[in-house]
């Protein structure tokens, strides 16, 4: 009896947590499809009634919204994919490959990690100013890139010390040479690790706004979250455009993630491993 007990307590905790967690997320959706009246209404409704589609069709019809758009799509994809290639290639140098300094480049990736990503934004702006990469969608892939390797790298890591170290061996007495081994062996035993840290990419390079309003001074060249503050005007504050707009801004990320689900729970489970 004790034992039910406790057990409905966990579950009912885990309930109301989990309410509590997805609540914004749901009046958020709930909030963009009500007429811009009832928005600010005293007291507010719990359900969108009247149903209206104004909020979105005004966000969809924004200036600048297809541009920014684009631009969020080619720089989130192309940081997805460089520092996976990246972040794959040095793991498998650092968990395989003894060389000198191999402790002190794991030490300085750990601690650059740990930095607050705000205090490098000076030094990356002025490194980008002196590589004349300012105002560049380029610029901005390379800077995502350098902000996500250091967790992409230490992840990747972990997962590969999880691979036996006799898989590649045998593959290499069989006549296998470096490049098959990491095509044939590492790559399709790492992909659940692969999943876990692009979903981290893709998070930081789609959601930024800091670096991308610091970085680009020419507004064909903002991404999204950029152009989400357009919504504020000196005149004042568009909630339904914005509402609607921020409901369109998540849905790639949870496109994303619905794709990547199952190998996203299988890395996060392959990655506790102890070394």
């Known amino acids: 009896m004790v034992t039910r007990l406790r057990h409905l307590a966990r579950d009912a905790a885990a309930v ?12 958020m959706v709930n909030t963009a499809f009500k007429p811009y009246g009832d928005i600010l209404r005293p007291r507010p409704g719990f359900l969108p009634w009247p149903f209206t589609l104004a909020n979105f069709d005004d966000a969809v019809h924004k200036a600048g919204f297809l541009t920014d758009l684009r631009n969020s799509l080619a720089v989130t994809g192309s940081v997805v994919v460089l520092a996976i290639a990246v972040a794959f290639l040095a793991a498998v ?17 750990l601690a650059v990690q740990m930095v607050p990503q705000p205090a490098l934004l000076i030094p990356l702006f002025l490194s980008l100013k002196s590589a004349h990469l300012l105002n560049s969608l380029l610029g901005l892939t390379l800077t995502y890139t350098a902000l996500v390797l250091p967790f992409t ?26 490049a098959t081994v990491i095509r044939r062996i590492l790559l399709p035993l790492v992909l ?3 999943v876990a840290t692009s979903v981290f990419a893709f998070i930081t390079a789609w959601n930024d706004f800091l670096f991308a309003y610091v970085t680009m ?20 504050t568009d909630y339904g455009g914005l509402i609607a ?16 689900q199952r190998r ?7 990655g506790a491993v102890k070394e």
């Open 192 to 194: 659940p690790g692969l």
């Open 153 to 178: 790298i230490w992840t990747l890591r972990g997962f590969l010390h999880g691979i036996p170290v006799e898989l590649e061996e045998a593959a290499l007495v069989d006549g296998a040479d470096r």
């Open 245 to 260: 707009a921020s409901t369109l801004f998540a849905l790639p990320v949870v496109v994303f993630f619905m794709l990547i």
């Open 16 to 27: 109301v947590f989990c309410a509590v967690w997805a609540f914004p997320v749901y009046w």
């Open 217 to 236: 001074k020419d507004q064909s060249g903002y991404t999204l979250p950029v152009w989400l503050v357009s919504f504020s005007t000196s005149t004042g």
């Open 93 to 109: 140098a650092l968990a395989r490959f003894r060389f000198l300094g191999r402790r002190a480049f794991l030490v300085t990736v």
């Open 264 to 270: 996203l729970v299988e890395g996060m489970t392959a």
